[in-house]
């Protein structure tokens, strides 16, 4: 992969020099064309070998200040040494490239077709400054977006990581959340030394099994998570009497839609710890889940006590950090009244930010 790099970046580079080579002897030869009278051809090979020799010195201030005092000038504290080492090399490049024009260029290639320059004249240094000036900044420009570019892609991954970081922390907290609420559960049913006991710890081993291996996907089917959901709602009515009413529907127009596992249970969760266990009298939970064109409706209502007040868990808190983790159009509406709780939540699941995230 580094030796792929390294001849990526040759080939950049050659390429770079081979553009400017050209475009600087088409602007050569336009040029003799208006001074020299011969044929194109040897207008074509005279510009192209007065631009072969002069790109010498270009080629080494360029690298110099590439790889030399370009770090030098963006880091803090070396402005001054930066700055002082491109002025000596510039000036060095310009005499060198001067040297070249009147001691090789103008005698060797251009002495027989025309008188040769002094090595000072007005306009000699100011045209070799436009010369050399013109590629070395397009190379400086080049890096400097390449390296913007790197940045931004740096720092695009350093989020993705803390995003995934994040959301694999609140899953770790859903799972023991859960599991602790639902051992609490067996627990009681054991105390009473409920018949039920044994019944409710082969459905925690099923819920356990979904959560030890689907959990770990970024998405599962909708039909395998409301499957989950009525497991989990099958193994919290072993605990209650008569006196919880539960109603569960679900309108599903398809099961090829996905979801995030575990989404929706910390609402089911909530429903029953709030709703349910802390009620004294009859109680009620209402659920219904519609899915059409990959839009979730997704509704829990529960009923409760008027001193209780539902949302504020853990639970809760960590499925709306999930939510705006992982989609980016959802809506989540909450209606907590003296007699009742309820949570709406409406997602659209093909707006799953995997450009966002990249956990799987």
Known sequence: ???????????????????????????????????????????????????????????????????????????????????????????????????????????LIYGWVRPTSAFFYPLAFPVALMDIGFVSGAAVALKQIRQQLKRNQLEQQLIREKLEAELKYLRNQTNPHFLFNTLNNIYALARKKSDDTADAVMKLSKILRFMLFDTAKPLIAIGDEIQMLEDYIALEKIRYDGRLTISFSKDVKTDKSSISPLLLLPFIENAFKHGASESQGASYIQVD??????????????????????????????????LELLYTEYNMQVRDEACFYHVLLTINLRSYAKNNLSYR
């Open 289 to 322: 889940i519609k899915l059409q064109d990959d839009i979730l409706r997704f509704s829990v209502k529960n009923s409760k006590e008027a001193k209780i007040q539902n949302g504020t868990n853990l639970g809760m808190r960590n499925v709306k950090r999930q």
């Open 1 to 107: 992969m580094e030796i792929y790099g390294r001849m990526l970046r040759a080939l950049f580079h050659f390429a770079f020099w081979l553009v400017y080579l050209v475009q600087d002897m088409l602007l050569v030869f336009l040029l003799n064309t208006t001074r020299i009278q011969q044929p194109t051809p040897i207008n074509l090979l005279l510009s192209l070998n007065n631009c072969l020799v002069l790109l010498l010195p270009k080629l080494l201030f360029t690298y110099f200040i590439l790889y030399g005092t370009l770090n030098k000038l963006t880091s803090k504290g070396f402005q001054t040494k930066g700055v002082l080492y491109s002025m000596l090399a510039l000036i060095v490049t310009l005499l060198g490239y001067r040297g070249l024009a009147c001691y090789v260029v103008n005698p």
